[in-house]
């Protein structure tokens, strides 16, 4: 079993949708990362948090820290939002990173 | 501000060839890393700098060997390329150990 889990793994919306990307976790960490890959191969960080909630546009990230799980969340979606969204968490040094879930967002 | 830069952008070898991949950042980060991307998983560790003169091994490292050049750069090398090498290398960097990673365009490598 993966220690990082993503879901789904493929997610197609019409424009202005609310999407929910979801991640859980199985091992101890110290932060989780929320990442964006471009259909160009580009990789962005969205959000680094530890407990509660972060806002950034029309992007949310939350983490349950006793639940082992985190979600993103994007409201009122564009075609632009079309990317691989990436779930990583911190351990006790290294990255271990999700599969990504990779989000099509229809005109 | 440059952030993160890697070359080459494209490469091929053929097996048994060599070659060294070049990373760089501008942001006076410590610690540095090598990732490899495979279609369908995760990016993997391959080789981290937490800082300067310092090098570990991650979860694949096996093939490759790392330089920490200095601070801003962090070289990977595949000394007799194989095709299960075959991927998408990605470099990046971060100011410390908890925190944001910013990573390079990537390096797209087939080996035949």
Same mark, same amino acid.
């Given at each position: 079993? =993966? @220690?990082?889990?993503?879901?789904? $793994?493929?997610?197609?919306?019409?424009? +202005?949708?609310?999407?929910?990307i =979801?991640?859980?976790?199985? &091992?101890?960490?110290?932060?989780?990362?929320?990442?964006?890959?471009?259909?160009?191969?580009?990789?962005?960080?969205?959000?680094?948090?530890?407990?509660?909630?972060?806002? #950034? +546009?029309?992007?949310?990230?939350t983490? =349950?820290? $006793? @639940?082992?799980?985190?979600?993103?969340?994007?409201?009122?979606?564009?075609?632009?939002?079309?990317a691989?969204?990436?779930?990583? &968490?911190?351990?006790?040094? $290294?990255?271990?990173?999700?599969? +990504?879930?990779?989000?099509?967002?229809?005109p | 501000?440059?952030?993160?830069?890697q070359?080459?952008?494209?490469?091929?070898?053929?097996?048994?060839?060599?070659?060294?991949? $070049?990373? *760089?950042?501008d942001?006076? #980060?410590?610690?540095?890393?090598?990732?490899?991307?495979?279609?369908?998983?995760?990016?993997?560790?391959?080789?981290?700098?937490?800082?300067?003169?310092?090098?570990?091994?991650? @979860?694949?490292?096996?093939?490759? =060997? &790392?330089?920490?050049?200095?601070?801003?750069?962090?070289?990977?090398?595949?000394?007799?390329?194989?095709?299960?090498?075959?991927?998408?290398?990605?470099? *990046?960097s971060?100011?410390?150990?908890?925190? @944001?990673?910013?990573? +390079?365009?990537?390096?797209?490598?087939? &080996?035949?």
């Amino acid at each position: 079993k =993966n @220690e990082v889990e993503q879901s789904p $793994q493929n997610l197609t919306a019409q424009e +202005g949708e609310f999407i929910t990307i =979801n991640c859980s976790y199985s &091992v101890g960490i110290s932060a989780l990362h929320w990442l964006q890959q471009h259909p160009g191969g580009g990789i962005v960080s969205l959000f680094m948090l530890s407990s509660g909630k972060k806002k #950034h +546009g029309r992007l949310i990230a939350t983490i =349950n820290i $006793q @639940e082992k799980h985190s979600s993103l969340h994007i409201t009122a979606s564009h075609p632009r939002d079309s990317a691989v969204y990436i779930c990583a &968490v911190r351990g006790n040094y $290294q990255l271990i990173w999700g599969a +990504g879930t990779k989000l099509i967002i229809k005109p | 501000n440059a952030g993160v830069t890697q070359t080459p952008k494209f490469q091929v070898l053929k097996t048994g060839q060599s070659m060294t991949l $070049q990373c *760089a950042q501008d942001m006076n #980060h410590n610690s540095m890393y090598w990732y490899r991307q495979d279609p369908g998983m995760g990016l993997r560790l391959i080789y981290y700098s937490a800082s300067e003169g310092t090098t570990d091994k991650g @979860e694949v490292p096996n093939g490759y =060997n &790392v330089s920490r050049l200095n601070k801003r750069e962090f070289s990977l090398r595949l000394e007799s390329a194989a095709p299960s090498q075959t991927s998408v290398y990605f470099c *990046a960097s971060s100011d410390g150990r908890v925190s @944001e990673q910013y990573f +390079g365009p990537g390096t797209r490598l087939t &080996v035949t």
